[in-house]
């Protein structure tokens, strides 16, 4: 049984609270989602939207509370206000508890659970997608929003130029 342990000690795999950072992929729950890369995280809840730059650091219990920056006003017309906020909440690296906060109003939003791997189900909000998604639309398409994560569930391909998507011409 020891050599089991230290065999997985030695391969990154020691539990819940041992992850050092959230895992990058895309977390998708019920109109939630955080896209979450080597170097940024992208999250959406609801019509809203926010951005942290640099991964999202864990402590020894896989809570995390981060800066970030956050638009409620995202969709159906983004007016482009983004809101300093906190990001926080804990992950077991299969599932991870969401909660926006802004620091400059103290409006939340969530928390909300999201899970490893699965596409978010967004209703009438769109939402973005990893790069190298196969369902990305190239830059510069024209097609804007709602053609993802619909209520539908239709897998049309989406836009990441739009409402302050990682790589995107307004974030």
């Not at 650091?57 to 983004?82: C, K, M, Q, S």
């Not at 978010?120 to 998604?133: A, T, V």
Request: hydrophobic letters at 35%; proline letters at 8%.
């Amino acid at each position: 049984m020891l050599v089991l342990l230290l065999l997985l000690t030695a391969c990154g795999v020691t539990g819940p609270g041992r992850l050092k950072q959230v895992p990058v992929g895309t977390w998708g729950g019920e109109n939630a989602g955080l896209l979450v890369t080597a170097t940024t995280a992208h999250a959406h809840i609801g019509c809203t939207l926010g951005d942290v730059q640099g991964p999202i650091p864990l402590d020894e219990t896989g809570h995390f509370d981060v800066a970030a920056t956050y638009n409620i006003d995202a969709f159906p017309v983004d007016r482009g206000i983004r809101h300093p906020a906190r990001f926080s909440g804990n992950t077991d690296g299969s599932t991870l508890t969401l909660l926006v906060r802004l620091t400059d109003t103290g409006q939340t939003f969530g928390p909300v659970g999201l899970t490893l791997g699965r596409q978010p189900q967004m209703q009438d909000c769109p939402i973005c997608r990893l790069p190298g998604d196969p369902h990305a639309m190239p830059s510069g398409s024209g097609v804007r929003a709602g053609l993802h994560g619909s209520r539908r569930g239709d897998s049309a391909p989406n836009d990441t130029t739009h409402m302050g998507c990682p790589g995107s011409r307004s974030s």
